[in-house]
């Protein structure tokens, strides 16, 4: 790693979903406090920075993505104070602190909304969200036909007669970005922060805050078919993937809003940076956030969907570092979020299918946990190896599955009702985490907690604990630290670029200088490995100078 490259460009962020991460305060929910406790694991696991979930006022319809005041601390998690106090104590130990922002919607008990629907139709008021009468004689069709990511309409009708528009729960109203209100007010929450020393934000929906002034109706989609498989470039691999011009997602004009978040981060001293969570069709089209007066960095969602194919992920690296590189811009890489099926439990199953953005992933067939954990290990050696920056969900480094048993009777994700209960929703990857123990809350909540975990943790997960795996070498924790330490040291490793080595098929092998090979088989029989003077770190054990299907390999040549 280059001394004098800004940190975001080969940062390794952890990602804590702070709900789950740790109880400090024994209510079953995880808290700041819960992260301070914490922050000597996450030293001693090597990472360089913090992405916190959101952690703003709120009422809690989507966790935390329903924001009532964004400066302010919900009790839930602590206080302004400890807040403060945590982005100080992270930054001794040598952790940046980057807290998530939500910018396409606020919560409905936001003051704003809450204004806009004491005025009525036709106010000012209203114009900083998106208010319309509706279609019909009377008015009851709603304005368009726009759907929500969570199931059902996008409009919701109140008794005055007015429709608003939400892209996710009724709770969380979209904001109107054509209003200069709204804009001023975003710049100056960033600045907010900014002036309390966090280090950077996640931009939640970064690609749906623009939208057609004129609301019309969805366009046709292509069907899945065309769509083809991840990739784009080479003529050889299936049909190209295609933007295709959408009424609220992607749209050109989101960027100017960007150029200006831009020049607030650089008001500040030290490298402040962005990440967007934009979903693109097409990896030009994520380029397009990432220009040098635009954001820093944008989650490679298309690493995160391809399946355990070696022919998928080399496409998708080869487009990832051709697109992004044209901008000067470094990749990223991300296997699992608090979105997804935690990626253990999708590479375990035998099905190799191409999963969609926006559509609920429906694990299929029989799951093999043991084949799925083999492939998580050999997934991070792949993922920590490749040039640019890296993502860690928590649990991530503790090999946990998708808990996909929850009983319904517990599941809180707004999906699952919304869906009228056809998709269980994201809950099964949000499981607060298990740290010592042999029963729940597994450390998760103080001895003497007066509520259990707000979801239940497997009664399992005491193996799966981070005392349990702690100092012994076969685990997923001790593979991480061991991957991370030498990553951090490496010169090879961070940001620069990759040589692809011949290899057979189902197989990756990349150089990267100075001296180090990484190799992944993807294919179902052993590999022989180049010459290596040493192995550096294997997911599994290297015998005979082969490797294993589904085993990754780090060598000094
Ligand atoms: C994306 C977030 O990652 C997700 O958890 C949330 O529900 C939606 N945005 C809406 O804010």
């Known amino acids: 790693m280059s001394g004098t490259a800004p940190w975001w460009r080969s940062a390794v962020i952890y990602q804590v979903y702070i709900r789950s991460f740790a109880d400090g305060n024994g209510d079953g929910v995880g808290d700041i406090a819960g992260i301070r406790s914490r922050l000597p694991y996450l030293k001693s696991l090597g990472i360089d920075a913090i992405w916190i979930n959101p952690w703003y006022k709120s009422p809690m319809a989507d966790h935390g993505y329903d924001v009532a005041d964004y400066r302010e601390i919900d009790p839930l998690f602590g206080t ?29 008990r936001h003051a704003w909304f809450q204004t806009a629907l004491a005025a009525g139709p036709g106010s000012p008021e209203r114009e900083r969200y998106i208010f ?15 759907v929500s990511c969570f199931g059902g309409p996008a409009w919701t009708r109140l008794p005055d007669g007015d429709w608003y528009l939400h892209l996710f729960a009724p709770e969380q109203p979209d904001l109107n970005w054509e209003h200069p209100e709204v804009r001023a007010e975003f710049e100056s929450v960033l600045r907010f922060w900014f002036s309390r020393g966090v280090d950077g934000f996640r931009i939640d929906v970064a690609h749906g805050l623009v939208k ?63 990440v967007a969570e934009a979903w693109a069709d097409t990896p030009e089209r994520l380029a397009a956030y990432v220009r040098h007066d635009g954001l820093h960095t944008a989650f490679n969602f298309d690493f995160l969907m391809a399946s355990w194919n070696a022919k998928d992920l080399r496409a998708v690296i080869d487009d990832s570092l051709a697109m992004l590189g044209a901008v000067g811009a470094p990749a990223t890489w991300v296997l699992s979020n608090h979105d997804v099926v935690r990626h253990p439990s999708r590479y375990g199953r035998g099905a190799v299918k191409q999963w969609v953005a926006n559509e609920p992933y429906r694990p299929e ?79 998760f909540s103080p001895e003497d907690a007066a509520a259990a975990p707000w979801l239940p943790q497997p009664a399992s997960w005491g193996k799966r604990s981070a ?28 940001d620069s670029s990759l040589t692809w080595l011949d290899a057979p098929t189902g197989v990756l092998t990349f150089r990267r200088e100075p001296g180090f090979i990484a190799a992944v088989n993807l294919a179902s029989t052993p590999y022989r490995l180049p010459d290596h003077t040493t192995v550096l770190l294997a997911s599994g054990t290297v015998e005979g100078g082969l490797l294993a299907p589904d085993e990754a390999v780090w060598l000094a040549v």
């Open 80 to 108: 302004l104070a400890e807040a403060e106090q945590l982005i100080e104590e992270a930054h001794r130990h040598g952790i940046r602190v980057i807290p998530d922002i939500v910018p396409n919607h606020t919560s409905d």
């Open 132 to 146: 319309r009468p509706g279609r019909g004689p009377d008015g009851a069709e709603p304005p368009n036909d726009w």
């Open 212 to 274: 057609d002034p004129e609301l019309p109706d969805l366009p046709p989609r292509p069907e899945p078919a065309r769509l083809g498989p991840l990739v784009s470039r080479d003529p050889a691999r299936e049909q190209p993937r295609q933007h295709v011009d959408h009424p609220h997602w992607d749209r050109d004009e989101v960027h100017d809003i960007y150029r200006a978040w831009r020049k607030v981060a650089d008001e500040f001293p030290g490298d402040r940076s962005f």
């Open 365 to 443: 067939g029989p799951l093999d946990l043991e084949l799925g954990t083999r492939r998580a290990r050999a997934a991070a050696l792949l993922m920590l190896a490749l040039p640019g920056g890296a993502y860690i969900y928590q649990g991530e480094e503790l090999g946990l599955p998708e808990v996909e048993d929850l009983p319904e009777a517990v599941l809180q994700d707004p999906i699952w009702e919304r869906s009228g209960h056809s998709d269980r929703g994201r809950d099964g990857c949000r499981v607060p985490l298990p740290w010592t123990g042999h029963s729940a809350p597994f450390g």
């Open 467 to 494: 005392a349990a795996q702690s100092g012994d070498e076969t685990s997923m924790l001790e593979l991480y630290r061991t991957a991370l330490r030498l990553r951090r040291a490496h010169p090879a490793l961070g």
